[in-house]
Nanobody, 115 residues
Framework: QVQLVESGGGLVEPGGSLTLSCVAS????????MAWYRQTPGRQREWVAI???????NYIDSVKGRFTLSRDNAKSTGYLQMNSLKPEDTGVYYC?????????WGQGTQVTVSS
């Protein structure tokens, strides 16, 4: 079993930055893939940044050039660096870890972009 805990969300003005963290605990395999999703009221959860099986990271068009997914495997932690934030980036952000046939989700962290 794997547990994921996100943190780092909050209220930020448009143009600001936030860094979300996702700490994994439990039985962490050497090979796994991380992704970040977000959900806004009335909309389906959408992927924001996905680490593919071969390693490259894909980003949804609306965040390309502004968001960066990174990992520190020694700390079992993933990050989502978010720059130049826009009001439409507001939502609950979730990290997801795929390990073998198992998919794990964190509880989410709220990001609000507003002046």
């Amino acid at each position: 079993q794997v547990q994921l805990v996100e943190s780092g969300g909050g209220l930020v003005e448009p143009g600001g930055s936030l860094t979300l963290s996702c700490v994994a605990s439990g039985t962490i395999a050497a090979i796994n893939r991380m992704a970040w999703y977000r959900q806004t009221p009335g909309r389906q959860r959408e992927w924001v940044a996905i680490q593919t099986g071969g390693g490259p990271i894909n980003y949804i068009d609306s965040v390309k050039g502004r968001f960066t997914l990174s990992r520190d495997n020694a700390k079992s932690t993933g990050y989502l660096q978010m720059n130049s934030l826009k009001p439409e980036d507001t939502g609950v952000y979730y990290c997801r870890l795929i390990q073998g046939d198992n998919v794990y989700w964190g509880q989410g962290t709220q990001v609000t972009v507003s002046s």
